[in-house]
């Protein structure tokens, strides 16, 4: 569900599995923060987007932080405490590791260290050329200042 789509309706976005309480983060919607991610989740959001067009896609969606013990993506991180992104049940990336501390920071500070984040995420790029050549989708997250 998208940004304006969620002003204007009454069904709260589905969260990830297990998770109760949700930390919520508004930023300025400016969309700056961008996500890790790499080739596994160009599937994800092709599932989530459909397939890819000649413009590509400029779509908005609710994401949700996950965080997660053990990051799969960096198995030599030091703290290996890694911060998933999921849209629509679907892992997208990962916060980079200082926005992941800062997120676990702030989700402490408040009391709720095992919280789910929510946010609003835009996701550009899927595009295809008349020669077969693809562009990526990239997702960015509309975050607080302190995640800049």
């Known amino acids: 569900m998208g940004l304006f789509t969620s002003f204007f309706s009454f069904r709260e976005p589905e969260k990830p599995a297990g998770k109760q309480e949700t930390f919520i983060l508004v930023g300025s919607i400016k969309y700056e923060r961008r996500i890790t991610g790499d080739g596994q989740h ?27 013990e053990k990051n799969p993506r960096d198995k030599n991180a030091r703290d290996n405490n890694g911060v ?5 049940g679907r892992t997208v990336g990962y916060l980079s590791p200082q926005h ?49």
């Open 42 to 68: 160009q599937a994800a959001l092709e599932a989530i987007c459909g397939p890819r067009v000649q413009r590509g896609v400029h779509r908005f969606e609710t994401a949700w932080l996950v965080a997660e």
């Open 84 to 88: 998933r992104v999921e849209i629509k």
């Open 100 to 148: 992941a501390a800062l997120f676990r920071q702030q989700l402490s500070a408040r009391g709720m260290p095992n919280a789910i984040g929510q946010c609003q995420a835009l996701i550009t790029g899927g595009w295809t050329s008349s020669d077969g050549r693809k562009g990526n989708y990239e997702v960015s997250l509309d975050l607080p200042a302190a995640y800049r």
